[in-house]
């Protein structure tokens, strides 16, 4: 039920290259009506685009510059006649089949000449920014008899630097297959937005597909979100976006496999930490200290991820840091330096005092996680759940006093304490102190911390004061969870 061709249309340099295809519920009829609906559409989006793919749940088109399928000798439809297909109504069959692929001819043969003409020289020249391969998801079709299509579009308008090539629309079935559907011993873990689960594409390749929760607070605008923000990002310590899927009551994204999976299964397991020694843990600390300054001050867009955890840095096979989670990050355009919400979204604990009491988020709000994160690794301690009889609900507070008393040593997790640089150790808990004071401005860039983190020879600040705010703030927690902001954990 699908046809491709290719021609040299006009007077352009190189081949054009077309698919249609019908499903199979569908008759001639319906084929011919659900794909004129589509090629309608083309006039509104497709102007000046290198391709495009227009899907439905029951037919679809392409179009691109390259040749994006595989050679065949076998016209569609033309599969050897069965044992079963010699009488009246094999015939009949036949006769359908060759009616429907004539029309798939036509419709291709419509789709090239389109597609030439929308990519002609005056359109290159003008449109050319607007980049390659654009997607698009229909609800449903006129002629299609599918079942409900929940699908929502998510519209992407990329540039030639993007790699727009490898992200993909997965449909349903083939993560579900690569899942075994979903299975528990195929569950990596559970994040606050739902599962994830490993699979293994019929290629051998290895994914993680995180499966948002239909009682997820992570609904369709943060899915559209995370999609287009990790699909303009390449960095090496951030995680790869290979593609999604929304088909059905699924909204799926599937990612690079990370073998060693997230940081907090590394760092808060009393065997598994053990494998965390200083060179691993001083590497993981710069490698995820780059990630967020390439999102604050060197990728194409200005992004505060607003969840910066454990739970969301994951670990390549050499345990290479890489920050995952882009589901609650906002995007700052010109010199905007701060934001409000009043939809508090993150984990407590690493929230910064003014983003979780007033709603103010900034770069610097991420700074206080990174500084959180770095007190929990340096530590092997765990700031959320953190319990000390002289220091109450916080790691910070507890940290704050060995340190300023002269005992930071204590502090440094007993699995490397005998096999690290002390002075520098406490270098980089003094850098973490820095990271978390209250007020805001005190904090340092990411791009001053990586610099302080990588030479002796910078003077540290004092820290303006223990971290009061954030010790207070999670004993209100402790004490009237329900009066609090909602967050996700």
Same mark, same amino acid.
């Given at each position: 039920?699908?046809?491709?061709?290719?021609?040299?249309?006009?007077?352009?340099?190189?081949?054009?290259?077309?698919?249609?295809?019908?499903?199979?519920?569908?008759?001639?009829?319906?084929?011919?009506?659900?794909?004129?609906?589509?090629?309608?559409?083309?006039?509104?989006?497709?102007?000046?685009?290198?391709?495009?793919?227009?899907?439905?749940?029951?037919?679809?088109?392409?179009?691109?510059?390259?040749?994006?399928?595989?050679?065949?000798? %076998?016209?569609?439809?033309? +599969?050897?006649?069965?044992?079963?297909?010699?009488? @009246?109504? *094999?015939?009949?069959?036949? #006769? !359908?089949?060759?009616?429907?692929?004539?029309?798939?001819?036509?419709?291709?043969?419509?789709?090239?000449?389109?597609?030439?003409?929308?990519?002609?020289?005056?359109?290159?020249?003008?449109?050319?920014?607007?980049?390659?391969?654009?997607?698009?998801?229909?609800?449903?079709?006129?002629?299609?008899?599918?079942?409900?299509?929940?699908?929502?579009?998510?519209?992407?308008?990329?540039?030639?630097?993007?790699?727009?090539?490898?992200?993909?629309?997965?449909?349903?079935?083939?993560?579900?297959?690569?899942?075994?559907?979903?299975?528990?011993?195929?569950?990596?873990?559970?994040?606050?937005?739902?599962?994830?689960?490993?699979?293994?594409?019929? %290629?051998?390749?290895?994914? +993680?597909?995180?499966?948002?929760?239909?009682?997820? @607070?992570? *609904?369709?605008?943060?899915? #559209? !979100?995370?999609?287009?923000?990790?699909?303009?990002?390449?960095?090496?310590?951030?995680?790869?976006?290979?593609?999604?899927?929304?088909?059905?009551?699924?909204?799926?994204?599937?990612?690079?496999?990370?073998?060693?999976?997230?940081?907090?299964?590394?760092?808060?397991?009393?065997?598994?930490?053990?494998?965390?020694?200083?060179?691993?843990?001083?590497?993981?600390?710069?490698?995820?200290?780059?990630?967020?300054?390439?999102?604050?001050?060197?990728?194409?867009?200005?992004?505060?991820?607003?969840?910066?955890?454990?739970?969301?840095?994951?670990?390549?096979?050499?345990?290479?840091?890489?920050?995952?989670?882009?589901?609650?990050?906002?995007?700052?355009?010109?010199?905007?330096?701060?934001?409000?919400?009043?939809?508090?979204?993150?984990?407590?604990?690493?929230?910064?005092?003014?983003?979780?009491?007033?709603?103010?988020?900034?770069?610097?709000?991420?700074?206080?996680?990174?500084?959180?994160?770095?007190?929990?690794?340096?530590?092997?301690?765990?700031?959320?759940?953190?319990?000390?009889?002289?220091?109450?609900?916080?790691?910070?507070?507890?940290?704050?006093?060995?340190?300023?008393?002269?005992?930071?040593?204590?502090?440094?997790?007993?699995?490397?304490?005998?096999?690290?640089?002390?002075?520098?150790?406490?270098?980089?808990?003094?850098?973490?102190?820095?990271?978390?004071?209250?007020?805001?401005?005190?904090?340092?860039?990411?791009?001053?911390?990586?610099?302080?983190?990588?030479?002796?020879?910078?003077?540290?600040?004092?820290?303006?004061?223990?971290?009061?705010?954030?010790?207070?703030?999670?004993?209100?927690?402790?004490?009237?969870?329900?009066?609090?902001?909602?967050?996700?954990?």
């Amino acid at each position: 039920m699908f046809q491709t061709n290719e021609m040299v249309v006009g007077n352009g340099p190189g081949r054009r290259y077309g698919l249609v295809q019908c499903s199979r519920d569908l008759d001639v009829g319906g084929c011919s009506t659900c794909l004129r609906e589509l090629l309608n559409q083309t006039e509104d989006c497709c102007i000046g685009r290198r391709g495009w793919r227009i899907l439905t749940p029951s037919c679809c088109i392409r179009y691109e510059m390259y040749s994006f399928y595989e050679q065949t000798s %076998n016209l569609p439809g033309s +599969a050897p006649e069965n044992e079963g297909g010699v009488g @009246k109504g *094999g015939k009949s069959t036949r #006769k !359908n089949t060759i009616i429907i692929a004539s029309s798939l001819a036509g419709f291709l043969a419509s789709v090239l000449v389109a597609g030439f003409s929308y990519y002609s020289p005056l359109v290159r020249k003008r449109r050319q920014k607007e980049g390659t391969s654009q997607e698009i998801l229909i609800r449903s079709s006129q002629g299609s008899k599918a079942a409900h299509w929940t699908g929502e579009s998510i519209h992407l308008h990329p540039s030639d630097e993007d790699h727009s090539g490898d992200l993909h629309h997965f449909n349903l079935a083939t993560i579900q297959a690569a899942t075994n559907n979903f299975s528990r011993e195929n569950k990596l873990g559970e994040g606050g937005f739902g599962p994830v689960y490993k699979g293994e594409m019929p %290629n051998g390749k290895e994914i +993680a597909v995180k499966r948002l929760s239909i009682n997820s @607070k992570q *609904g369709l605008e943060e899915f #559209k !979100n995370e999609v287009k923000l990790i699909f303009k990002l390449q960095h090496k310590n951030l995680v790869r976006l290979l593609g999604y899927c929304l088909e059905e009551d699924e909204k799926l994204l599937v990612y690079e496999y990370m073998a060693n999976t997230i940081l907090d299964a590394f760092l808060f397991d009393s065997e598994k930490c053990k494998v965390l020694d200083w060179e691993k843990r001083s590497n993981i600390i710069t490698g995820t200290a780059r990630g967020l300054q390439y999102l604050h001050e060197d990728s194409r867009l200005k992004i505060i991820h607003r969840d910066l955890k454990a739970n969301n840095v994951l670990l390549d096979d050499d345990m290479n840091p890489k920050i995952s989670d882009f589901g609650t990050a906002r995007t700052f355009g010109g010199n905007q330096m701060e934001a409000n919400t009043e939809r508090v979204v993150g984990t407590y604990g690493y929230m910064a005092p003014e983003y979780a009491l007033e709603g103010l988020f900034s770069n610097k709000s991420d700074v206080y996680s990174f500084g959180v994160l770095m007190l929990e690794i340096l530590s092997g301690k765990k700031n959320r759940g953190f319990y000390h009889q002289d220091c109450g609900q916080s790691l910070l507070t507890y940290a704050w006093l060995l340190w300023n008393e002269g005992k930071g040593q204590e502090l440094i997790d007993p699995n490397i304490a005998g096999n690290c640089p002390i002075q520098e150790v406490l270098r980089w808990i003094h850098i973490a102190f820095l990271c978390v004071q209250d007020d805001p401005a005190l904090r340092p860039t990411m791009s001053s911390a990586i610099l302080m983190l990588g030479s002796k020879s910078v003077n540290l600040p004092q820290p303006s004061t223990s971290p009061y705010s954030a010790a207070r703030f999670l004993q209100m927690i402790n004490l009237h969870p329900l009066n609090l902001p909602t967050s996700e954990i």
